[in-house]
């Protein structure tokens, strides 16, 4: 076997194992980003979800409100009065991030 051959088998082999790692690494990168795309549409989603969250509570507290006006007891409204300022304090600061 002359020099040359040898060369050229190992040239041939090192351009082999460079293709493969470029293709490899492009594997590697398109993991990678569909992973963040995927992360950043599960934290939007929450986003939504959470505004949502809020005014549900919302409403659910002026349901123990109404329900505290017609038993008549006093520390039932007060709990009401607290979720409802407390939620909408959370659904304004919700506002304010964006």
Do not use: P
């Not at 040359?4 to 041939?12: A, Q």
């Not at 505004?51 to 007060?78: D, R």
């Amino acid at each position: 076997m002359s020099k040359v051959y040898l060369s050229n088998v190992f040239y041939e082999k090192a351009k082999e194992t460079e293709n493969k790692m470029k293709e490899k690494i492009y594997d590697v990168k398109n993991t990678v980003q569909q992973s963040i795309s995927q992360a950043k549409a599960k934290f939007h989603r929450n986003k939504k979800r959470n505004q949502i969250g809020n005014c549900v509570s919302i409403a659910i507290a002026l349901l123990i409100m109404a329900a505290s006006w017609l038993t008549a007891t006093n520390w039932l409204f007060w709990i009401g009065v607290v979720s409802i300022l407390s939620n909408a304090l959370l659904f304004s600061i919700s506002f304010i991030k964006r």
